[in-house]
């Protein structure tokens, strides 16, 4: 089976705290691909970073960084320095290698930054 | 990366009937994905659309409550058919395009749809 979990439903932080938000990913494949997407208040998927099982760099991108480490099958986020505008739901989702190679997502973070 | 026009953004609409929710996409894709989000929840696959055969439908999901079709590689509709309050949902397409680092999913921007 492939299965996304992402345990942490809600988080709230204070604008310039660091959050880190979880995913702990599932599958028998040995190659596959996560991925990070980012859903504000607006509904649209903003995508974020995608990652294959290849690839175990650590990857920064401005205030955001990504931890893929295979031997805890995790692919955690880290926003360092939130800000207001970082509140939104974020998505950890696996691609599968059955149906049509769709996506299964984790059922979301909810990252809310208050001033 | 393509680009998808989802339509309808958003719909009211009564108990009972149906909407056909339309995605159009500027390039050629194999397949096509379209995925339910229920207030508050996770996205979830309703089905997988590819050119020239049925669709894959998920558990939980038949053909007679969702028919898709998919005429040629850059279009796709979902019905939702015979509709109660229950289906009030963003339903969203989304493709797989692009190679090596471009690879990646684009999502349609959603069709937010309340039955009343």
């Known amino acids: 089976a492939q299965k996304v979990t992402q345990a942490q439903t809600e988080i709230s932080v204070v604008e310039k705290e660091d959050v880190t938000l979880d995913c702990v990913y599932e599958?028998?494949?040995?190659?596959?691909?996560l991925f990070w997407y980012k859903q504000p208040p607006s509904g649209e998927l903003v995508f974020l970073i995608r990652r294959n099982s290849f690839d175990e760099q650590n990857e920064i991108s401005g205030r955001y960084s990504w931890n893929f480490q295979k031997s805890t099958s995790s692919f955690n986020f880290t926003i360092t320095a939130s800000q207001v505008v970082d509140s939104a739901v974020y998505f950890c989702a696996l691609r599968r290698f059955n149906s049509g190679y769709a996506l299964n997502f984790g059922k979301g973070t909810s990252l809310l930054v208050t001033p | 990366s393509a680009v998808i026009s989802q339509k309808p953004s958003r719909d009211i609409c009564q108990r009972g009937t149906s909407l056909t929710i339309q995605c159009q996409v500027d390039s050629q894709v194999t397949m096509m994905f379209w995925y339910r989000q229920q207030p508050g929840q996770s996205l979830t696959l309703i089905a997988t659309?590819?050119?020239?055969?049925?669709?894959?439908?998920e558990s939980g999901f038949v053909i007679d409550k969702f028919p898709i079709s998919r005429p040629n590689l850059t279009f796709s509709t979902l019905t939702v058919s015979n509709m109660s309050p229950e289906d009030s949902s963003i339903y969203l397409c989304?493709?797989?395009?692009?190679?090596?680092?471009?690879?990646?999913?684009?999502f349609g921007s959603g069709t937010r749809l309340t039955v009343v």
């Open positions: 599958t028998r494949d040995t190659t596959y691909y």
């Open positions: 659309a590819n050119q020239g055969s049925e669709a894959t439908y």
């Open positions: 989304s493709v797989e395009d692009g190679t090596g680092s471009n690879y990646g999913y684009t």
